[in-house]
């Protein structure tokens, strides 16, 4: 009997930023049950304002109630040189764009995630962007206009 999924998911995609890039892919869609397969068993996943999650449905649900729907536009994943013995930094930064709960479309929403891939499989993901400070400027709690 051959069991047909990778051991890790380096064992199909060749580098950690490719490893990022296909994690997201899937979780943007979202299809976190896909996306668990590029994970570690003891991932640690620290949201916009310090929420700790430790799996990627818990990203799809938060992402569920914060946006009607929402997808990221990748402008470059970039990987940071110098990472320990089987482990590689990898960012990615762009922008999102979808709908907030009520259906108003945005776009241009900056991004910033960090992983830490070790071994072939994700085992950080820190996610920051601006979606908070749109919400309060949509409130009237903002002030100036958010990026």
Do not use: H
Not at 47 to 64: I, L
Not at 80 to 86: D, F, M, N, T
């Amino acid at each position: 009997m051959t069991d047909a999924s990778p051991a890790s998911a380096s064992d199909t995609w060749e580098t950690p930023a490719q490893i990022v890039d296909e994690y997201l892919r899937l979780l943007m869609i979202p299809d976190p049950a896909a996306a668990r397969r590029f994970v570690a068993p003891d991932l640690r996943i620290r949201f916009t304002g310090g929420r700790a999650m430790r799996d990627p449905a818990e990203c799809a649900a938060f992402n569920a109630g914060r946006y009607a729907w929402v997808k990221k536009r990748i402008e470059r994943t970039e990987t940071v040189e110098g990472g320990g013995p089987g482990m590689t930094i990898v960012y990615s930064l762009g922008t999102l764009y979808g709908a907030w709960p009520d259906g108003a479309a945005f776009e241009g929403n900056r991004y910033v995630d960090r992983y830490v891939v070790r071994d072939g499989l994700i085992t950080e993901m820190d996610v920051w962007n601006d979606s908070a400070e749109r919400l309060l400027v949509r409130a009237g709690l903002g002030g100036e206009q958010a990026p």
